[in-house]
């Protein structure tokens, strides 16, 4: 799913990333899935409305140490 999400967002689509927070047989039921088959993650894919900027990153010093615990 992972991989999916990323290369979608590098094709300039829109995803997000959904566990756990939908009924599995109304989801079995719509797409057709086996009873035996799991579902255990959903995305929706498609043009966002609106780009947003990424979020400013903390630097690696910031996040990082070594060879001691800080």
Known sequence: ?????LAAAE???GTCW?????D???VKEALG???EVRVVALTPLGYPDHVTKPRPRKS???ITSKNYWE
Do not use: A, D, Y
Not at 1 to 5: N, P, S, V, W
């Open 1 to 5: 799913m992972e991989h999916l999400i």
């Open 11 to 13: 094709q300039g689509l």
């Open 18 to 22: 959904i566990g756990g927070q939908f």
């Open 24 to 26: 599995e047989t109304i």
């Open 33 to 35: 899935i086996p009873q």
């Open 60 to 62: 690696i010093e910031e």
